[in-house]
DNA sequence: TAGATTGTTAATCGATTAACAATC
DNA sequence: TAGATTGTTAATCGATTAACAATC
C-alpha cells in the first residue's frame, strides 16, 4: 500500500507518514512525564531509530526546532496533530461484536488519539440490541448502508472470522467508507481508493520465531 | 529493530522475514482452496506487490519452484515453515486478562499457526483463578518465573495498559524470554538481545487519517 | 560567547524492479 | 514443440545517514 503520488507537488514517503504516529505516541509521553522540550537525539534514543531520521522525517513538513535547544514538545504534538489530520475526531465504525470487538470497543485510547467508535455492528441475532463498549448498543450488519448514509463516518474497523472478511469489506466499501482497519488475518482485495491496513499478531509471532532457534 | 548480522554468512534482510508470514497465510488459503500450484505472479496480484520481489525474497532461501508451472503450494507452505520456524509448536505466555487479553486468549488461529498460549497472568487478586480461554485459569504474575523456569517458554505477549507495561517487560525480560508482542501504546526499552513487535491500532488509524483531506 | 541542536545537502546504503536465459 | 514461469543479474529507485553551516 504505497501513497499516491500527486502529479506537480512531491507527494511524502509513506513510510514516513507511518513513523509520525509513533513520535506523537512518544511525545506525549514524554508531556505526560513533564517534559517540555526534546530533541532528535532524545527522541531517535527512544525509539531505536537516527536522530538525523527523525529531523529528516519532520523537515519534510516544516521547521518546528530550534537550534541549540530542540523541539517545544507540546507545540510538536499538535503540529503533528495537524498533519495526521488528528485534530479532530473521527467516527469510526466497527464491524465484529465478538471477543476482539468487545475488547476494541473497550479500549479507551481511541478518543485522545483523534477517534471515537459510534457503532458496533454484528450479523448474528443473539447480539444486536445488547449492549457494548461505552453506552453504545450492537446494531445489524444489514442497516450499515442506512447508518453510514448522511453520516460522515469513513473509517471502519474490522473484527470478524476471516472468512466472513472479504464479504464484510466489499459492502463497507459500498456503503462508501475508505479506510478500513482489518484484524482478519487475510489481504483483501479493494479498489485503489480504498485503503486497508491490517493487524494480524500470527504475522508478529511468525516474524520473531524466525530469529529463534 | 533489525536484523544482527552475522559475521560471515550474509543475513537475510528483515523486511524480506518480515513477508514470508503473509505469503505463508496467502498460500494457506489458497489450500484451503483446494489451489495445489500457484505463481508468483498470482501471489503477487493476490498481495500487491510484485513477482519478482516474491521470486527474489523466496530465493534468499532456496529454489522452491518450478520453470512453467509455479510453485506447489502444500511444498512451499512446507519450506516457509521450516524457515519461519514454526514447524513446531511454540508455547506463549500471556500476560494481562482485561478484555484485550481475554479477546487474545479465545483468538482460535494461534494453534494452527505455530503457537500455543500455555499460561494467562494478571496482577489482579479478583481475576486471579478465574478460568480463560480454552481451559486455562488465570495465575499470578508474581509467579512467572517460577513458572518459566524449566520451562521451554520465550515468548509473551503484552496486554496490560501503558503505564505497566515497562515494568511488566523488564520483568519478562529478567524471567529470560527474549520476544515480546507489545499491544500497549508505548515503546520499550529492553536489551539488545530482546526482540519486541508492537500492535497499536492507533498508529495504523493515524496512518490513514493522513490520507483523509 | 560557547555549547548545543536544528534543517539540509550529498553520499551511502539497501531494496525493488525489469529483463532474460534457463528449463519445465 | 510452444508457452509459461522460474531464479538471477544488473539497473533503477528510494531511504538512511553523516556531516556541517546556520543559529538559538
Not at 74 to 80: A, E, G
Not at 177 to 182: A, D, E, T, V, W
Request: proline share 5%.
Amino acid at each position: 500500500m504505497k501513497d499516491e503520488k500527486a502529479p506537480g507537488k512531491p507527494s511524502i514517503p509513506d513510510i514516513v507518514i507511518g513513523r509520525l504516529p509513533v513520535y506523537l505516541r512518544t511525545l506525549r509521553l514524554l508531556a505526560d512525564d513533564g517534559r517540555d522540550v526534546t530533541s532528535s537525539q532524545e527522541l531517535g534514543e527512544h525509539l531505536g531509530i537516527s536522530s538525523a531520521q527523525i529531523r529528516k522525517d519532520l523537515s519534510h513538513f516544516g521547521e518546528f526546532g530550534k537550534q541549540g535547544t530542540g523541539y517545544n514538545i507540546d507545540f510538536l504534538c499538535r503540529q503533528l496533530q495537524k498533519i495526521l489530520n488528528v485534530d479532530t475526531i473521527w467516527p469510526v465504525v466497527l464491524v465484529g461484536a465478538g471477543s476482539l470487538g468487545t475488547a476494541i470497543a473497550n479500549y479507551q485510547e481511541f478518543e485522545s488519539s483523534g477517534f471515537r467508535i459510534v457503532s458496533v455492528l454484528d450479523e448474528d441475532p443473539q447480539k444486536i440490541g445488547q449492549p457494548i463498549g461505552n453506552g453504545l448498543l450492537i446494531e445489524d450488519f444489514a442497516d450499515l448502508s442506512q447508518l453510514v448514509k448522511g453520516s460522515n463516518v469513513r473509517i471502519a474497523v474490522m473484527a470478524v472470522p476471516a472468512y466472513a472478511a472479504q464479504r464484510v469489506a466489499s459492502q463497507l466499501i459500498d456503503a462508501g467508507l475508505n479506510s478500513i482497519l482489518c484484524y482478519a488475518p487475510i489481504t483483501l482485495a479493494v479498489p485503489s481508493h480504498v485503503r486497508v491496513e491490517y493487524i494480524d499478531p500470527v504475522v508478529h509471532f511468525q516474524h520473531m520465531t524466525y530469529y529463534l532457534r
